[in-house]
């Protein structure tokens, strides 16, 4: 029923716009007014190309006063614009997913980047808190990965955070998400997890990464240093104030030795 209502919502905003857009000359500022407010108004059942042309279609078919049977021709040319502007729009929508999907992918190795890290994070958080479930945020740091790159060369380098995106990735449950957020660092975000389950599934990464990585050519382990920090569920916060807090136990983890897991704590949520 919300979202019957929230549909006809949009469906009679959008009419509005464009009944005065076609009826004021096409004016810019009536655009620009729609274009900010309807994309803040779109949900999860408006925002495919189909639906919105759905919309399209009926509000100016209602505002021209175009019926199906006593205006035929009007009709026809309606529904054949109609038809090529939505052939139009799915390959542009395709291309837009594909160079979306580029951008925000790290070449290297295959994970994404930090482009995608924030609006996940932003969703994930969300859906923790309308659950009112916990979420992990990781920071894990290849220790010492300059001495690979001066010592056995970039190659060598690239061969090592290529195994490591594989072996986070394994140790992951598929709900979990992992990002390459630069250089030798990476994100983990774990949902529907508290600090004391995090440990165990970090604590995996951790000693999976010291057990099977190494340098390309040698006997020489890899190992990682991790920080976590935690959301209860309960309250509005920031990524950044997550990201930031699992970036200080991280560096607690460094002082400690490296190759071990550090929790800092839960942030605490903003009313």
């Given at each position: ?26 004016a ?26 759905d ?7 209602e ?7 006593s ?49 996940d ?21 290849l ?5 690979v ?6 190659h ?29 660092e ?5 949902p529907n ?26 006997k020489?382990?890899i ?26 136990a ?22």
């Amino acid at each position: 029923m919300e979202v019957k209502v929230a549909v006809e919502s949009f469906y009679e905003t959008y009419k509005n716009y464009l009944e005065r857009y076609v009826c004021e000359g096409g004016a810019e500022g009536v655009l620009l007014e729609a274009y900010s407010y309807l994309t803040g108004q779109l949900g999860e059942h408006q925002i495919q190309t189909s639906n919105i042309l759905d919309v399209h279609t009926r509000a100016l078919r209602e505002i021209m006063g175009v019926r199906r049977d006593s205006d035929a021709i009007q009709w026809i040319y309606i529904d054949r614009a109609t038809e090529f502007l939505a052939q139009i729009l799915v390959v542009i929508d395709t291309f837009l997913l594909q160079l979306k999907d580029r951008i925000e992918r790290d070449p290297l190795t295959g994970l994404y980047n930090r482009l995608a890290l924030y609006p996940d994070l932003n969703q994930m958080l969300k859906e923790a808190q309308e659950r009112e479930s916990p979420l992990v945020v990781a920071m894990l740091d290849l220790d010492n990965f300059k001495t690979v790159n001066d010592e056995y060369g970039h190659h060598a380098g690239d061969e090592v955070l290529r195994a490591a995106a594989v072996i986070i990735k394994k140790s992951l449950r598929g709900g979990d998400k992992v990002f390459r957020y630069g250089g030798e660092e990476f994100l983990v975000v774990l949902p529907n997890t508290d600090l004391n389950r995090a440990v165990i599934a970090l604590e995996r990464i951790r000693s999976q990464i010291a057990a099977n990585l190494t340098i390309p050519g040698t006997k020489s382990s890899i190992t990682t240093s991790i920080g976590a920090a935690g959301y209860r569920g309960k309250g509005s916060i920031s990524p950044n104030d997550l990201i930031m807090l699992a970036d200080k136990a991280l560096y607690q983890a460094k002082k400690k030795g490296k190759n071990v897991v550090v929790c800092e704590g839960e942030v605490p949520p903003k009313n």
